[in-house]
């Protein structure tokens, strides 16, 4: 299988609803914008060995290579319209393989209303990587800043926090779910929150409506918090015991506590940290739960700099790693 | 250097000419789309060991991995607007070389016309990796296409064919300069038109006059060629004494005949292949010479299927490898 036919039956039919991609048979793809607004960028890759486990099944992988891209999107207000891959592989995986991924993409885009638009193929040395550029739309002008906060925005997070970050625990060891007093199904649902993000598209609209600013947390919720108040020449306080936390999870930290440092700084959460003023947040919270992705007030911002963490013993936390850094210092 | 001073550092600077870039502050840039025009998408990688060297100079690596994709805009007849680069370091490199790799991107996107909008930053193990996504626009249903050429059009190639091709031959074995004949100003012109590729973008404007499809030559003119007339559901064929050669070329063909091969199926041109009808041609020709970008008529396009290429003895040429293929059957 030579590269152009890897691309006419891998990705050809990924890309058979946007007619600017022209089925994959030319160099580049148009995309007539929609009247009225501004699109919207992000790029983003994912690594073997990096982002994910080089034997994680290729549908998994393929679902958070768009997905991770699709938050970015949805934490700006956007409508995801389309995507470009670059996929570099190792060496050609089995045609069973590139089938599988195929599909996972294909689930991502049809649960995410993305399509794809282009892309390229490359072989080379190094960790199987897909990197992904997502273009969505926002009214003229109304992308949700991460710099636009004001003092007194109450911070909202989407759906539960550190659901990935300890599934990735229990994707790197399964042995720790039985000292986590966790069962089957418990466990599964943790990693399953790692390997298949799922982007807050449905609250995108809502984010447009009533925050002041917003990002997706992917980093850790430590650092990302930070950031966005630093944007927003603000200082954030969080409180730890209004994080939303699910089932699972509080069965683990009822066994290990300390896993709630994990929780607010492991990142791969793909929630959406919003910043909403006083006046709009029972609307926020509204029409979020009414879209099915429910948001939790969590903390606060206000005058100053840097971010403080109450822990539930009402004492402030430190942390020796606020969140990822692929440089750390 | 942590990963958000590296972005700061290093990149904020060259998107400061963007104002939808926020300066890098932001996990999205938004584009304010130019009224009646669609936008032309098109993402490539380079990475070290397979399009360029390690060693190469960090400048000519940025100018390279901005420049095979503003060649696919401009072979569209699309006006360069923004780029996303995410980048992937096997570690973090001194900062002399980020600065160096900054000054060439910078170079680049004067060059081009085209600003930095967005990226991603990644430290993982395999090649220093550049994947750059570029948008273009062009008036509303107007992109150049592959697959829209005509029986009877003219074939036409921008600039000159295979010196890259030649100057990587250079490159891999600087020895070779004495056999093919060539002086030091020769020789580095060659490999000068590997390291650093001139995308044609003052040839767009004409292409989306004249032009009944086109493409980038970045696989080898034979196989791109072939490409260009399958999309079209033509044959193509090309002249081999009507080739657009470069002095030092010329020179080492003199030497080493059978370079013509090289040139020919060698690939990493970045040259504009055009369909042109006959009425149309020296309408074309004139623009290109005027614009600076001179173009060169090559052959031509009818009825039927595949591509022939006669050689300069009047014979047909056959070629083991009509081009590059990351996926060689």
Known sequence: MGEDELIQTTF????????GALGLTDDCAFLTPPAGEDLVLTTDAVAAGVHFFPEDAPADIAWKALAVNVSDLAAKGARPIAYLLSIAFPELPERAWLAAFARGLGEAQAAFGIALAGGDTDRRPGPLTATVTAIGSVPSGR??????????????????????????????????????????????????RYLRPEPRVALAPHLLAHASAAMDVSDGLVKDCARLARASGLAASLDCVRLPLSQPLLSALARQPDLIATALTGGDDYEVLAAVSPGEASAFQAAAQACGVPVSEIGQLSAGTGISVLGADGQPMSFTRPGWDHFPH
């Open 143 to 192: 992308m949700v800043r991460r710099g636009s906060a004001k003092a007194g925005d109450l911070l909202f997070l989407s759906g539960t926090l550190g659901d990935s970050a300890v599934g990735l625990l229990l994707r790197q060891d399964p042995e720790r779910r039985v000292s986590l007093g966790l069962d089957m199904r418990e466990a599964a649902m943790l990693v399953g």
């Open 12 to 19: 050809a039919p990924l890309a058979s609803g946007f007619a």
